[in-house]
């Protein structure tokens, strides 16, 4: 490359950092701001009246673990924390597995229709997506509680004859949740499929391998990119979810955001609420950190 052909590249990737940098700021105030702003309250004391005293401290982080007991004077591992914790974690990875198991035929069968028919099931996909978060967990609510769609038609059949309780459960939560991600798993599979080649089917099963074996050993392989970003949009959200367990759980199946939420507002306790909302983002970033590392891993292979 010579001289003039250098200076008009270095030329051409500074103008464009420039171009860059009013949204960079923006980015930076906007995105880094408020979060060093939850870490900083992290390290800070509360007091009695449920305000902040600008005093350095670690109680915040250690009430996470750890809850002081002031009839014994000594602190005692926090149960209750760990076990919201706990059930946030197995519910986002059971509302992941689920989305998964509906998500994966549902995006094969629309891959596998004819052209012109995949835009309308697409659209039928995306239809919850106009209708806001608390309008799509108030229409579950109404389906499964113990007067509503679930309950009715099955007292009809006969199938039961005292409605289920299904409302203010974790199952409740579940189903709420799957509902409303589903869509987040259908469409990076449907992505994925789309560019499946069905003759590697045609092959498969020409050398004689059964069906589930094909699914094992020739589709999910190939598909597995879509799997994994399919399976981190719908965990991300769902690990810090608020609105659905907090009208299909009734308050009895806490999970973090609720639990984040009530150390800001009831609890007054903001170094608490702070330090559990970054660990939640750490729990979020590790989760993201074996996604990259899996397809990097899978992507080195597939140059092998």
Do not use: C
Request: no cysteine; charged share 15%; net charge neutral.
């Amino acid at each position: 490359m010579s001289p003039a052909e250098d200076n008009a590249v270095r030329t051409s990737a500074r103008n464009g950092w420039l171009l860059s940098l009013p949204a960079l700021v923006v980015l930076a105030f906007a995105a880094s701001g408020p979060l060093l702003i939850v870490v900083w309250y992290s390290f800070l004391t509360a007091n009695d009246t449920g305000n902040v005293i600008h005093e350095w401290s670690i109680e915040g982080w250690k009430g996470i673990f750890f809850t002081y007991d002031i009839f014994e004077e000594r602190y005692a591992l926090a149960d209750a924390h760990l076990t919201i914790f706990w059930r946030s974690v197995w519910l986002s990875l059971t509302t992941t597995a689920l989305t998964f198991a509906i998500g994966f035929p549902t995006a094969w069968f629309i891959a596998t229709r004819p052209q012109q028919q995949r835009a309308l099931w697409l659209f039928l996909i995306t239809i919850p997506f106009w209708t806001n978060l608390l309008i799509r967990t108030f229409a579950i609510n109404e389906v499964i509680r113990n007067e509503g769609l679930l309950n009715t038609l099955l007292i009809w059949a006969g199938v039961i004859e005292t409605p289920l309780q299904i409302n203010y459960t974790e199952t409740a939560v579940l189903i709420g949740m799957t509902y409303v991600y589903l869509p987040l798993m259908v469409l990076p599979l449907y992505a994925t499929i789309e560019r499946f080649d069905m003759r590697l089917l045609e092959a498969s099963y020409d050398l004689y391998a059964s069906r589930l074996r094909t699914l094992r050993r020739v589709i999910l392989p190939i598909v597995k990119p879509g799997i994994i970003a399919g399976s981190i949009l719908v965990f991300v959200p769902s690990l810090g979810a608020y609105v659905t367990p907090r009208i299909l759980g009734g308050g009895k199946n806490m999970m973090i955001g609720n639990f984040i939420e009530l150390q800001f507002l009831q609890g007054k306790n903001w170094p608490l609420g702070a330090a559990l909302s970054v660990a939640l983002l750490f729990i979020v970033m590790a989760a993201l950190l074996v996604y990259v590392r899996v397809a990097n891993r899978d992507r080195g292979a597939g140059h092998g």
